[in-house]
């Protein structure tokens, strides 16, 4: 009889640790569509390039979320400042709060493209799924910016680092 289990990458907590180093903006990308509204907490978001404007998402492959942005197609990319850690710990799943009830506790606006942007957010970009595929543990969306808000550049922002929320001043 063999084992079934898969035994992780040798690599893969060291990994963990060394990206735990990395500050990361955090995000709390949105959807809304045919598909259902969804929000998730991210920091995996990276620009790719400025033509056309495109940045990627990689989300675990497990994330309900995936789904629905596949099928909806269109999101928007909240970035966090340092005084909405309430925001990204409800998106993350670090409270009691539904992914319905997280939409009911925050104070919402919507773009030209109808998705829900996180009103005090320091910019916004509204986007298009153009490509998706996986990789390991997780799937990655091109996401091609067709909008994008910019508001206050002086408020700092909220960053990941070793594993807790920061403020980036």
Known sequence: MTDTHTATHPLQQPFRDAMASCAAGVHVITTDGSAGRYGITMTAVAP???????VLLCINRQSAIIP????NSHLCINVLSAHQ???AEHFAGLTPLSPEERFEYH?????????????GALAHLHGKITAQHDIGTHHVF???IGEIKVHDTTAPALVYFRRNFNSLT
């Open 107 to 119: 104070i919402w606006h919507r773009g030209q493209t109808g998705q829900l942007q996180v009103e």
């Open 68 to 71: 629905i942005l596949s099928a």
């Open 142 to 144: 091109y996401v091609e």
């Open 48 to 54: 790719i390039t400025d033509e056309p404007p495109t």
């Open 85 to 87: 850690q309430d925001i």
